[in-house]
């Protein structure tokens, strides 16, 4: 029940305790209990961490877990051609429960693999069959997620007067798995948003959101549409505003809406690299800094990208830097000395950020005594790491899935010595491979009727 990790670099990213060259960390079956740089302690399980950076679990604030098995399907797509694929009777559409149910265990596993210890799965619902499927899913990857209850990708939800809802279904899934905020999966709403569905469809899945004591995720302001819509104005006008609330993408929204976002409350996941290349519109990482909110990222879909929070770090760093730097160019001006944004602020994005817009900063996010043993250790040994000069440059900038030598959820070994525990990978794979068999089988006979 006790473990004592030694002698690792510690990122505590608690502003109060700081990082530790040195130090050992002593966690309590599920809870953190002291970070400082020596501790002596008997009775536990002496993990050694030397040459090793021990750091918070990543957070992923958005990501769509299902498409794990039609994987890699989409890098040429645009956000058209992934819509127009995905959605109103596409892939999404005809799905079989079992398949739902090793698409969320790959995926969670695969987020796990890559010192994800935390996402948002931001579902689309088929029926209360696949919903079962979704969540016994991510139960068995052991990961911590907050599972997002959606409805159906079809047409007759996903449009701007649509004025139907699953709000019953929701109720029973909360009531069904979701009872306690002390386990390692929690509620939330993927509702369709005031862009997607009627107004007052999204007033009222607002409000389920929070009689369930829910997170609400919505995709919003982005694309052609993101900059007239003025979503976040309207949501304040009717006094919606608050902290429960997440939008993904933001791309188009206005700085006065960013502001308002800083004063009344709400989340921006940022999902770079997805918007770069599918036509969201530029990152909004530069727009919520400016105006006062600290962004969260996500990997979004990983039918056109791979499902790692180190690739979506250096995309949000370099594409902000690169923005700045053009502005300067364009002047005739060299950019520098100093940045305005450092990797430091990054890896918060992707830790202390992300927890907050899933409303789980009181458990996750940072390596704080008190808060949920959620921490990952990566080699500084391998070949493409040392000499490790500065540690958080390097989680930032250097680091890919392979350097993650082991990641713990709630006190808890998933990964050790670089492989998952426990984990049946040929089975797996068979699984797998028979889901994106039929998804693909069913969607060639469908576009050839």
Same mark, same amino acid.
């Given at each position: 029940m006790r473990k004592l990790f030694k002698g690792g670099t510690v990122l505590t990213l608690d502003k109060k305790l700081g990082n530790f060259e040195k130090a050992d960390i002593l966690i309590e079956g599920s809870t953190i209990v002291d970070v400082k740089a020596t501790i002596e302690a008997e009775d536990c399980e002496v993990i050694d961490a030397a040459g090793m950076i021990v750091m918070p679990g990543l957070v992923d604030s958005h990501r769509h877990t299902w498409e794990s098995v039609i994987r890699n399907i989409g890098a040429d797509w645009s956000l058209q051609t992934y819509l127009s694929k995905i959605y109103y009777g596409g892939y999404g559409s005809l799905r079989r429960?079992? @398949?739902?149910?090793?698409?969320?265990?790959?995926?969670?596993?695969?987020a796990l693999d890559a010192g994800v210890t935390t996402m948002l799965d931001w579902s689309m619902i088929i029926s209360p069959d696949h919903t079962e499927e979704m969540i016994r899913g991510l139960d068995d990857a052991g990961i911590r997620a907050v599972f997002a209850h959606g409805c159906p990708g079809d047409i007759?939800?996903?449009?701007?007067?649509?004025?139907? @809802?699953?709000?019953?279904?929701a109720r029973k899934i909360k009531e069904g798995h979701f009872s306690s905020r002390d386990q390692l999966l929690t509620m939330g709403l993927a509702i369709r948003g005031p862009e997607f569905s009627s107004w007052e469809t999204s007033v009222k899945e607002i409000k389920l959101a929070r009689e369930l004591d829910a997170v609400c995720s919505m995709h919003l302001g982005f694309g052609t549409w993101g900059s007239t819509a003025r979503s976040i104005e309207k949501l304040n006008e009717a006094d919606l505003l608050g902290s429960d609330l997440n939008f993904v993408h933001a791309n188009a929204v206005s700085p006065e809406e960013m502001r308002l976002l800083a004063e009344k409350g709400g989340s921006i996941s940022v999902t770079p690299e997805v918007e770069m290349m599918m036509g969201h519109g530029y990152p909004a990482v530069g727009l919520a800094i400016e105006n006062g909110v600290r962004p969260a990222?996500?990997?979004?879909?990983?039918?056109s990208t791979g499902g790692d929070l180190f690739a979506q770090m250096k995309f949000a760093l370099q594409a902000e830097r690169a923005r700045v730097n053009q502005q300067q160019l364009v002047k005739g001006v060299m950019p520098g000395p100093d940045l305005h944004l450092l990797a430091r602020d990054v890896l918060e994005f992707a830790t202390i950020e992300g927890a907050r817009a899933l409303m789980l900063e009181d458990k996750v996010g940072t390596l704080t005594p008190g808060k949920q043993a959620d921490l990952i250790m990566v080699r500084t040994s391998d070949l493409n790491i040392f000499p490790v000069n500065d540690p958080t440059g390097t989680v930032v900038q250097f680091l890919n899935p392979a350097n993650v030598d082991s990641v713990y959820v709630a006190g808890k070994a998933v990964k050790k010595d670089g492989k998952l525990l426990n984990v049946d990978l040929e089975n797996l794979k068979k699984r797998a491979n028979e889901a994106r068999d039929h998804l693909l089988k069913e969607y060639r006979e469908l576009v050839h009727q």
């Open positions: 429960p079992q @398949d739902d149910y090793i698409a969320n265990l790959v995926g969670a596993l695969e007759e939800y996903w449009n701007a007067e649509s004025t139907i @809802d699953n709000a019953d279904d990222l996500g990997v979004d879909v990983v039918t």
